[in-house]
């Protein structure tokens, strides 16, 4: 992929409480999915999208995430030193990925508060905002895809993912229209986290946005809504409202996606994806199949 003149935010300054204790003195993007914080998958699947300038939008605990992407000199060092090559490599590229800045929230006020924190640096641009505790596996594509739609139409781009309708509840759910492509709906309406009886379809809105400059006006004025927060839900809903702008668009995504907000994803996550690894999965293999057998 090309380099992109897009910039990404990435929010990360939730408070984490669905993983309390583990998350009272670290962020929860930094939990580690087999052996990189979460967050750097997300940083990866930025730099290989062609995008090279996130802002990370921190809470407390902030130094943990900045202190991951700089460079640790000794500990470069140390395995020069020892010749071990292969760590020294996985080391530094976690601070060579992009150019990444920081910026800390204040007060937790919710999703639509953090992203609005990015309106200086993103200026009058477009920009992509990535959720720092989703993940999208890199063998499945869907960020390059909502960037593409996203310059051809105008729109706003959401991701949106079938979940089994009683899960609903626990996501923003879309109202949708299809159009002549596959994959690709127009969306009517949104609301956050509704009842299962109240819920527009079993389409969730999951953590990948391409977002117009318009959308922080719109943020400035929102109210708190669902659990007292600033919604984002909130601000694309009035977006798809809009009858005289370019609307909102849903690129739905049916590939491999890991929510490690969740503790049962977490681990879920953590297996699936080290399985897969050359590295660890000829030994995890056998004992995962033995271990289920006996379950
Ligand atoms: P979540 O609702 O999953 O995060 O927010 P949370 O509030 O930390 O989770 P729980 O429910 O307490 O466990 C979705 C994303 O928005 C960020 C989170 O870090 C996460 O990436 N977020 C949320 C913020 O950056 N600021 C906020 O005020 C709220």
Same mark, same amino acid.
């Given at each position: 992929m090309g380099k992109q003149s897009i910039k990404a935010v990435i929010p990360a300054? #939730? %408070?984490g409480t669905r993983f309390l204790p583990a998350t009272k003195a670290m962020p &929860? !993007?930094? %939990? +580690?999915v087999v052996d990189k914080p979460a967050i750097q998958y997300v940083v990866e699947e930025a730099a290989s999208a062609g995008i090279d300038d996130i802002l990370v939008i921190i809470g407390? =605990? &902030? =130094?943990m995430i900045s202190n991951h992407f700089d460079s640790v000199p000794e500990l470069e060092v140390k395995l020069t030193e020892k010749g071990d090559m292969q760590r020294l490599e996985r080391v530094m590229k976690s601070s060579d990925l992009a150019d990444i800045h920081y910026l800390r929230? #204040? !007060? +937790? &006020?919710g999703l639509g508060h953090a992203v609005l924190r990015a309106k200086t640096h993103v200026g009058d641009s477009s920009f992509v905002v990535m959720l720092g505790d989703d993940l999208i596996d890199d063998r499945d594509e869907l960020i390059t895809t909502m960037m593409a739609e996203h310059e051809r139409t105008g729109a706003t781009v959401v991701a949106l993912m079938e979940v089994d309708p009683s899960q609903i509840h626990m996501y923003g759910a879309a109202a949708v229209e299809a159009t002549d492509q596959d994959g690709i709906v127009r969306v009517t309406g949104l609301v956050e986290k509704p009842a299962q009886e109240d819920a527009p379809s079993n389409l969730a809105i999951i953590g990948r946005y391409v977002l117009p400059p318009a959308v922080f006006p719109i943020l400035e004025r929102t109210e708190p809504g669902k659990g007292g927060e600033i919604q984002l839900t909130d601000a694309l809903q009035e977006l798809a409202a809009d009858s005289d702008g370019p609307g909102v668009v849903g690129v739905i995504f049916r590939g491999r996606r890991y929510d490690t907000g969740d503790r049962v994803d977490y681990i879920k996550a953590i297996v699936q994806l080290a399985t897969d690894r050359d590295d660890l999965g000829a030994d995890l293999r056998p004992w995962l199949k033995e271990f289920s057998a006996g379950l």
């Open positions: 300054a #939730g %408070l &929860k !993007e930094m %939990l +580690p407390r =605990n &902030k =130094n929230q #204040g !007060e +937790p &006020k």
